[in-house]
């Protein structure tokens, strides 16, 4: 695990508050993006039974409904800026990092218990915040952390599925397939990482997440190169590879689908056609049998649809939760 806390937990913090200088880059990355959206974020971390440090950014009226933004398996907290202004008028809105991305730390995911441990931070964060139950939007990963919060902990009342989520199929793209495989992750991710940092992550992007990369600004790119360099993180990254199945077929717990459609809360997915992971099919049969669901696709739009170039995806999350 990288190092515990050492930065302020009654404030918020600026880049030179951290300590190590990749820390320090990457929260300069993080600040400058905000500038870019014109997002007024606090960066701000809790010290957490379950992993130590987690970060998070913050937004919004104190006093508002809280909502909780939580990102995929590959990108940061940060990634939610762009939807931050479509809420902060009217919300509480936090992002935290999961604990082996962003400024959060970066425990290893073997020999866990997945179910519990993905979602032991939230919950002390969230008693830390003295959020009982905010409503919950979910990307990929994220996604998955917000079934389990509903399901196990009743910890969500309005939720939100944006871009495919974990939990509704065991079946993976083959990079994801291969990234699963002890030793041969370690290669790949080299290989992924060989170059330009900047560029490496364009490419990523382009590969997994969007259908229109060259509407990202650079400083995104920027953002996700600097947190190359941040400490454990890839340490912590493999391992979660490694957790998640073996040999190219997901962990058990990537199909929920049983336990998902027993949900009672309000729910929404929101999922793009052109989406890397599943596409709308997978989703949409989850979604007709739960009690209380709605499926709405949107052509074009890749797995994380509210960094394309429209505000479809940005429109369709504010109207749901009001």
């Known amino acids: 695990m990288s190092s515990g806390t050492t930065v302020p937990v009654d404030r918020a913090l600026s880049p030179d ?25 606090e960066s701000r971390v809790t010290e957490t039974d379950a992993v130590g440090r987690v970060h998070y950014l913050v937004g919004g009226d104190p006093d508002s409904d809280p909502v909780v933004l939580l990102h995929g398996v590959g990108t940061p907290a940060a990634t939610w800026l762009p939807l931050f202004p479509a809420l902060t008028h009217e919300y509480r ?21 997945l179910r519990s441990f993905l979602v032991a931070y939230l919950l002390d964060l969230l008693d830390d915040l003295a959020v009982e139950r905010p409503h919950v939007v979910g990307n990929s990963h994220g996604g998955l952390q917000s079934f389990l919060l509903a399901i196990d902990h009743d910890r969500v009342d309005r939720l939100q599925l944006v871009g495919a989520p974990g939990g509704v199929s065991r079946d993976l793209p083959l990079l994801f397939r291969l990234l699963t495989v002890r030793g041969l992750n370690r290669v790949l991710l ?53 957790a998640q199945g073996s040999y190219g077929r997901a962990h058990p717990l990537f199909d929920i689908r049983n336990e998902i459609t027993q949900i009672h809360r309000p729910t929404q997915f929101v999922w793009g056609t052109d989406d890397a992971f599943w596409s709308p099919g997978v989703g949409r049969p989850v979604a007709e049998t739960m009690p209380d669901a709605q499926f709405h696709e949107l052509p074009g739009h ?21």
Not at 22 to 39: G, I
Not at 211 to 216: D, M, P
């Open 302 to 322: 890749g797995h994380t649809p509210w960094l394309e170039p429209d505000d479809a995806a940005a429109e369709l999350v504010r109207e749901f939760l009001d």
């Open 190 to 242: 080299w290989l992924l990482n060989r170059g330009d940092p900047v560029e490496n992550a364009r490419q990523s992007m382009q590969r997994v997440n969007v259908v229109e990369a060259s509407a990202i600004p650079e400083v995104f790119y920027e953002l996700l190169a600097a947190g190359q360099g941040l400490p454990g993180r890839g340490e912590s990254q493999r391992s979660l590879a490694t």
């Open 93 to 113: 809105v936090y992002a935290p990092d999961r604990p082996g991305l962003g400024l959060s730390a970066a425990p290893s995911y073997r020999n866990r218990d």
């Open 17 to 41: 508050d951290w300590p190590h200088p990749a820390e320090r880059d990457y929260a300069d990355a993080q600040a400058r993006l905000a500038d870019h959206y014109d997002v007024a974020a």
